[in-house]
């Protein structure tokens, strides 16, 4: 006879099982994806590195005290396009041929195709022909500079993260967001000039009288006002940052979301973007794991990089693919944990967005860094589009840092500086007798790096000694830019050209 108490156990164990399949149901669902990147910043301009003016970026700083956040993480190639290709494929550009603004070389994975094809929606807000490196890739949900004020409106950047969220619970699938906000690129924020369509005003301006010039620019009167202009922009993409974050908040997704942080590369400034310099390839990089980390948790130790990102992703949400990528998942220091050979970082230049391939290599430690520009002794001049009018206004009224001016435009074979005195790259030692030691065992490093990766430049590093020899090394190894396209993409190439042409301004 079944009694009333066995009953009772009975149904207790089945509330038991219930809530225990709940909790695993719960504790397996998969992982959302969401990756934010700024336009153009500079690891100098955040807060949290403690250089910058105060209450610049503060929901940066409050998302850092949730999150961990790495102190050594860099771009490898510091220019937009090919900077996020490396996001989207873990790979170098020498290892998939995306060097510059050009598709890649070959059909490689990507982040946004394979999440696709494991049932992910994906979705892009911003920078989409930028962040898109396979040309045949259609997102599931888009926005771009047209549909967000010029990528420049909180607001919109909000509403649009909303309404996908929103798509992801009605179909009840799991995302790969990616937001890209335009700001702080040029054009600056200037409150007395003109205004792109639909951007809109940061929650705070600032002044010159604000102003702190990180020492890789000249103190000037114009240096000081660009800067200001720059970090209007820069708090705008903290307001975008913050509306993003309070949205996924709100959604109640916010806990079963790995979100990762951080810039294409150094500011719009000479010596920063699209440079192999501390500058040019430093970023704030922040991660919230809901799953795994250590709350609050600062990592100065190891050097990551932006090719380590897509292996993250696959490593979090447990997808395996048959390729093999350069970068390795960073999971097992979200909780403090320790990686061995995370010690250097390297650094790519090849194709700007217009003009000459100018290649550039640098490897990177915490303590020095060397660069090799292969190009220097061609007499080619170095101009890209993130000058503003600071090296006009030198040359027009500023003859003390005229030589500023001239070892832009030109620099020299090799570079070599002393990163733990010298962030800013002031005093190039390539020349001193007491560092030739390391300069030897950092040409022979980087040497070694490029050999593995089948690198163009290896040749030139190789042959050091035959400076007059690059020219013709760059001109057999660099064809021009367009003759790297296909037709469809010189196409597309064009029609880039003139919108941004006809925006006043190259993305």
Known sequence: MITKNIIVRAFIVLINLTSISLFSQKATKPLNILLITADDLGYEAVNSFGRSIPDLTPNMVEFAKEGVQFTEAHTITPICVPSRAIMATGLYGVSSGMMGFIHMKKRVPTTMQVFQDNGYLTGILG???????????????????????????????????????????????????MINSHDPHRIFHNPDGKKLEGAEEPSRLFSVDDVEIPGYLPKTDRVKLELSHYYNSVRRFDDTFGAVIEAFKNSGLYENTLIVVLSDNGSAFPFAKANCYVASTKTPFYVHYPRHMRKGLVDTEHMISEVDIFPTFLDATGIKIKNKLDGRSILPLLEGGKQRDRDFVIGEIDYKISGKATPIRSYGTKRFRYIFNPWAPTGYRYYNNNE???????????????????????????EFYDVQADPDGSNNLIGDPSFQKEIKKYRKALKKWMKSKNDPVFRMLKNIDKPEKMGEYIQSNFPSK?????KEDQSKEIERRRRASARGLER
């Open 482 to 486: 367009m003759s790297l396209m296909t």
């Open 388 to 414: 503003g009018q600071i090296n006009k206004d030198i040359e027009a009224n500023h003859p003390e840092y005229i030589e500023y001016v001239n070892f832009f435009r030109h620099r020299v074979l090799e």
């Open 127 to 177: 920078k989409v022909d930028h962040s898109t490196p396979d040309p045949n890739f259609n997102w599931d949900f888009s926005k771009d500079f047209e549909d967000l004020g010029s990528g420049r409106s909180p607001q919109k950047y909000a509403e649009y993260t909303i309404e996908f969220l929103n798509r992801c619970k009605l179909e009840e699938r799991p995302f790969y967001l």
